[in-house]
């Protein structure tokens, strides 16, 4: 069963085990306690000549239910600490970089150019369009203008605030060519909705031909139908 967007990156098919292992585990924490709340319900309905009486509870059963829980919650924290950390803690070695500078309500995405230096004059800036080589590790440097947004590629299981003043980075390193969606996930205006992009997986070398164009100032080509 596939409820989610088909994954594109390395790091995807963690995310997504993770997903569903607290899925899995608060569903049925969810169900039995749902199903525990009707059945008392049930059970000790009104009836006539049974008088309601008082009881402070049951420590047992309340060490029980307290325990439980506090188990799973570790053993989750424990399990997503370990995806979270190989994701987050360190970035793959690159020289693949791209900038991306958010602000109401475009993403604007920035390459080096030429000279393999970012912030000078030749520069590959383009908006709301990203390209990424396939298989090849990128770090996404994000940063804002203005407010708080949030870059967010479904398809990658990507998703990481912008902030005013600071850089964050964040890397991907696909693995499908395709077009796939780039949103806002961090309420910032009016235009919120509307604040979305392509991205586009390419192999490495259409990809370093397609900059070069855009380095040379010239629109790409239409690729011929495959
Ligand atoms: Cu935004």
């Excluded at 059945?39 to 006539?48: G, K, L, M, T």
């Excluded at 990203?130 to 590790?137: N, R, T």
Aim: hydrophobic fraction near 45%.
């Amino acid at each position: 069963m596939h409820w989610l967007p088909e994954g594109v990156s390395t790091y995807s098919p963690r995310i997504d085990q993770m997903f569903y292992v607290i899925l899995v585990v608060t569903g049925i924490a969810f169900v039995v306690t749902e199903a525990l709340l009707f059945y008392f319900a049930w059970r000790y309905r009104h009836r006539d000549g049974v008088r309601a009486r008082y009881t402070h509870g049951n420590s047992r059963v309340e060490i029980v239910w307290t325990v439980v829980p506090a188990v799973m919650l570790v053993f989750l924290g424990l399990a997503s600490k370990t995806v979270w950390g190989e994701i987050k803690g360190s970035i793959p070695p690159t020289d693949q970089e791209v900038v991306v500078m958010a602000s109401q309500f475009d993403w604007e995405v920035r390459y080096k150019g030429a000279d393999g230096q970012f912030d000078t004059a030749d520069d590959v800036v383009i908006h709301n369009e990203m390209h990424l080589p396939l298989g090849v590790p990128t770090k996404i440097r994000l940063r804002s203008k203005d407010v708080i947004h949030s870059f967010f590629v479904p398809a990658f299981r990507l998703k990481q605030d912008a902030v005013p003043g600071l850089t964050i980075d964040v890397w991907v390193q696909p693995t499908k060519p395709g077009d796939y969606e780039i949103a806002c996930a961090e309420l910032c205006g009016f235009g919120h909705g509307t604040m979305r992009g392509m991205l586009t997986v390419m192999e490495p070398q259409p990809f370093q031909e397609w900059l070069k164009q855009q380095e040379a100032g010239v629109a790409p080509a239409e690729a011929p139908p495959a």
